[in-house]
Structures are given as structure tokens and as C-alpha cells.
């Protein structure tokens, strides 16, 4: 039966490539399409490769122990960048001026379905260590050098890394793309600038510190930089990368302050997550080759001293845990561009954390399928395929079938699954109903499957709409006027 909501749902769901969740509209009266398949579900395809190792623990000290941060050279310059700057160890670095330390949140953003503390993983099953560098998902190192431009390179390096998710391969994303969308050192105006918009590579326009920096207006810069200000966007480049596109930008959630547990939950099931934080006069790592980190700091450089980073991976210790930067300022900061943050310094300096995601315009051998909307109404035995959009039974386990497939126990380590060839974070095995709302949900490893009354989705046509969100990204979420899944 088609589906009157369908037409309403063309915003970012209809954009080429964007990630699209599978709903079905639920009648009182009875059914009147069947399930596409009743017999056994599918196997999930082998592996392609083993589970990453869980990678040995970095040699890191209790937060007492830190090193004294290194102080700045008498000689570095800090007064030529339009917002403050830090000592990162080998160079001065524009920060970006951020004076709410707040992106735009705009009308864009996901926001669940289902609040984290009615539905969530138990912490203890998350590994102890995780570092996406291990997976090969983190796109390549990058450095701003002297352009306020952090913002447009955390967002880069976050859709890269979402980009290899999907695919299974390597993606490198135009930072100067990116960036001349806004090209502002306010934070607030990057992820809205380019939400729903398509990205080029890289290698079709690469950064340019001198070029980038002459879009900044003039009027925030104390002292106008010799290369010049406020000049016009190459439009050349601009409008060739529109054409060229390898990805889009489809999806974003604001964290807010999140607490340890939801990084943590995140980021081992797959998701890097962009944050900004009040930085202080010297960001420089400290400690052996390996297990490099930033000493805690008791003071900023400023309230508007704010900068962009990604975190990559996390380790737990019993005297805290530690989250992994993906920096923007060149492999010779850290270990290679990374280093490690403990979580009293999050907790203290955090401003906000954001999680992005983005889809490749083609597909490698190893990626993920992408999602179709379902337009007939189920059975009451049935549920929603996550892939397919189409009627099916739920597997044995309780979770939504994924393109066909329902998981088979041992084939992953600890609490992974296999769904598509790579084992993923399961969703927990549970099942519930939010008592404000009414929407109810029940969930195996492979996956959530929810039921959405009417008075809580005015876009249900009938008494009650279905909908599936896979593992790792079980969690169901509106954006705008779409349904998504987030991890």
C-alpha cells in the first residue's frame, strides 16, 4: 500500500546517496501484504577478515602523574591570527573563534527516537581498548598550518572516516570545499553550511593555508595578514568538485556534553566524534613514542580559545580512561597526528560533541548496503527488513532480519556480530516501551525493530508505523522529516 508520508520524506532523504531507513505504516484493519520471505533467513556473508586484534594498552599514567606541560618559546607570535593561538610543541596554530564554543544546530540534527537511558548498552560489554587506526577507516593526517580552519578539518577527517565505513575504502574529502562553504573561524555555521551537500576529493582541490585564510573577512582580524582578507572563493574549484562528487554529507547529531559512557559507546561501535574544546596556552603531547598525550590543564588560553578535533578510540584503565585525538596539525604533533586525552580533561574542557556521517558515492567490495524505504503494510507477526524496507519475519534472536540476513551466534568475538562480511557492536538484547511516547522497541544483536504510534509520528498514516535500525546503529532518530539510525 502506498504511503501518503513517503512524499513528505524527499528532504535529506532524498538526497543521492544519503542513508535511507527503512518505516513501514502499520493498519488496524488486516494485512494486506505479505512477508517477502517466511523460510529461514539467509546467512550472513563470511567474514572478509578477522576481527582486528585488541591492540596492547598504551603505556598511560594515572591523571597525578602528567608531566608539566611544555611552556611556549619566548619568540612564538600569537598576535597575528584573528582568534587566539597555541604553542602545539614545534609551531604557533590559529584556533577558531569560538565564543560559544556551540556549532549551529539548526533544524538539521538527529534527535532519538528513544532517549539513551531507556534504551542503551550496558557499558561492560564495550571493549577495553579501541583504536580506528587499527580498522583502516581514518582518512589521512592533515595540518591547517596557519588558517582558523580546524572546524573544516575535524569535519573533514570525520566524513572520511565515514566515508571508508560505508565503502570500504580509503576516502580523503576537499578540506578547501569543505571550508569555503563558510570559510568563518566561528564554529557555528560549519556543519549547517554543508549538510545535504555533496564532497569532492581531496586530490580535485587540496588545501591551501594562504588562499584559505584570504576568504576570513577582514573584520576578524586585528592585524590584516599580508596575504589578504575577505576575498572571493575560487568558484572554479567550487563549482568542478560540485560535479565531481565522491560522497555526501548526510547525517548529524548533536552530543551536547556527553558523559564518558556515550563516547565510549559510540566510538566502539564504529563512530568517531567530533569535539570542541577550550584549549590552553600549550597543547603539546608528552610521554613515550606510543602513548603520547596532552598533560591536563587547570587554565585556558581564553574562553574563545576553542579548537576541533576528532576522537578515534578510547582505553580504559582502572585509574581512568583516555580518549584518541585525531588532530589537524601534521603528523610531528603527537604519534603521527594522535595522542591521548584523559577523561577529567574532556569532562572539564568539552564544549560540545558531534557525530556525522556521510555516504560514498560507489560503493567498494567490503561496504555496507544501502538502505531502501519500505511502501506496504505488514503483518502484525512481521517486521521491517533494515536494508529491504520489506515484511518479514523476525529472526530468532529477536532482531530484524538486514538485507535478508539474520547473524549467526560465534562468528565475531565478545559482543560483535556479523552482518555484512565485518563483525560490528550488537545491540542489546532487549525489549521496551517509552511511556511518554509510546513507542516501543525489541532488539537482538543484529538490530532494533520499533513500533511508532500515530500520536507520536504525525507523518503515520495508519494506527501505527514500523520501523528497523541495524547494529551497530540501532538507535531510531528524526532528522527534520526523516527517520534515521544512529549509532
Not at 39 to 46: Q, Y
Request: aromatic share 6%; proline share 9%.
Amino acid at each position: 500500500m502506498k504511503t501518503a508520508w513517503l512524499v513528505a520524506l524527499l528532504g535529506l532523504a532524498g538526497l543521492p546517496g544519503c542513508r535511507r531507513l527503512s518505516l513501514d505504516t502499520v493498519d488496524a484493519g488486516p494485512a494486506v501484504a505479505a512477508a517477502e520471505d517466511r523460510t529461514a533467513a539467509r546467512r550472513p556473508p563470511s567474514l572478509r577478515a578477522p576481527h582486528p586484534a585488541v591492540p596492547p594498552l598504551p603505556k598511560l599514567p594515572a591523571l597525578s602523574a602528567h608531566e608539566t606541560p611544555e611552556a611556549p618559546p619566548a619568540s612564538a607570535d600569537f598576535s597575528s591570527h584573528p582568534c587566539r593561538a597555541v604553542w602545539t610543541g614545534t609551531d604557533v596554530v590559529s584556533l577558531a573563534c569560538a565564543r560559544s564554543l556551540l556549532f549551529d544546530k539548526g533544524d538539521g540534527g538527529a534527535v532519538l527516537v528513544v532517549p539513551r537511558e531507556l534504551l542503551h548498552r550496558n557499558p561492560d560489554v564495550l571493549p577495553a581498548v579501541v583504536d580506528h587506526r587499527l580498522d583502516r577507516t581514518e582518512g589521512p593526517m592533515r595540518n591547517q598550518s596557519s588558517a582558523p580552519a580546524c572546524t573544516a578539518f575535524a569535519t573533514a577527517a570525520a566524513v572520511d572516516h565515514a566515508i571508508a565505513r560505508w565503502s570500504g575504502l580509503p576516502a580523503a574529502v576537499s578540506v578547501m570545499q569543505i571550508w569555503s562553504r563558510y570559510h568563518s573561524p566561528h564554529e557555528s555555521v560549519t556543519l549547517s553550511s554543508n549538510l545535504g551537500l555533496p564532497l569532492g576529493s581531496e586530490s580535485g582541490w587540496a588545501f591551501d593555508a594562504r588562499e584559505a585564510t584570504s576568504w576570513v573577512a577582514c573584520s576578524e582580524f586585528a592585524k590584516p595578514p599580508r596575504t589578504g582578507c575577505g576575498l572571493p572563493v575560487n568558484d572554479k574549484h567550487a563549482s568542478a568538485l560540485e560535479s565531481a562528487s565522491i560522497g555526501h554529507f548526510t547525517e548529524v547529531e548533536y552530543l551536547g556534553t556527553p558523559d564518558v559512557s556515550v563516547l565510549q559507546s559510540k566510538i566502539a561501535a564504529g563512530q568517531d566524534v567530533i569535539v570542541t574544546l577550550e584549549l590552553p596556552k600549550t597543547f603539546a603531547p608528552r610521554g613515550p613514542a606510543g602513548a603520547r598525550y596532552v598533560p591536563h590543564w587547570t587554565e585556558s588560553a581564553g574562553p574563545d580559545a576553542g579548537h576541533a578535533l576528532l576522537l578515534a578510540g578510547y582505553v580504559h584503565f582502572a585509574h581512568g580512561t583516555y580518549f584518541l585525538a585525531h588532530n589537524s596539525w601534521g603528523p610531528l604533533w603527537g604519534d603521527g597526528g594522535y595522542a591521548w586525552l584523559h577523561e577529567a580533561t574532556l569532562g572539564a574542557w568539552m564544549r560540545e560533541a558531534v557525530a556525522v556521517d556521510a555516504e560514498p558515492v560507489a560503493l567498494g567490495p567490503g561496504g555496507r548496503p544501502a538502505r531502501s524505504r519500505g511502501e506496504t503494510t505488514c503483518a502484525a507477526d512481521l517486521v521491517l527488513d533494515s536494508v529491504r524496507g520489506t515484511c518479514s519475519p523476525a529472526c530468532p534472536d529477536a532482531s530484524p532480519r538486514h538485507d535478508g540476513v539474520c547473524a549467526i551466534a560465534g562468528q565475531c568475538p565478545g559482543a560483535y556480530v556479523n552482518l555484512t562480511g565485518a563483525c560490528v557492536l550488537a545491540a542489546p538484547a532487549v525489549a521496551g516501551a517509552d511511556p511518554d511516547t509510546g513507542v516501543s522497541w525489541k532488539c537482538g544483536p543484529g538490530g532494533c525493530s520499533y513500533t511508532l504510534p500515530r500520536a507520536s509520528d504525525p507523518t503515520c498514516t495508519g494506527n501505527s508505523c514500523k520501523a528497523s535500525c541495524p547494529a551497530p546503529d540501532f538507535h531510531l532518530a528524526r532528522m527534520g522529516t526523516s527517520l534515521v539510525c544512529v549509532e
